[in-house]
């Protein structure tokens, strides 16, 4: 049985852009902290963002389509 740690490492190996989807998770963390000046724009974009991008996956082979 894995762990969480080793799921999650499954999760974004099989991600095709995994650097982005943590960046925007950072990017969403800090903008909920920070106070703004339009409340929760901010964070409904980036969350959308992330969620974008949490569904991007890596694509087959060539053959493995067929």
């Known amino acids: 049985m894995k762990g969480i740690k080793g799921r999650l490492k499954d999760y974004l190996a099989s991600l095709r852009f995994p650097w982005l989807l943590l960046m925007t998770l950072l ?8 106070p703004d000046a ?3 724009i901010d964070e ?3 969350a959308l963002v992330a969620t974008l991008l949490a569904r991007l996956k890596r694509r087959g ?6």
């Open 27 to 34: 990017l969403f963390l800090v903008s909920v902290v920070v």
């Open 38 to 40: 339009f409340p929760f």
């Open 44 to 46: 409904l974009l980036l």
């Open 61 to 66: 082979p060539a053959d493995e389509r067929s």
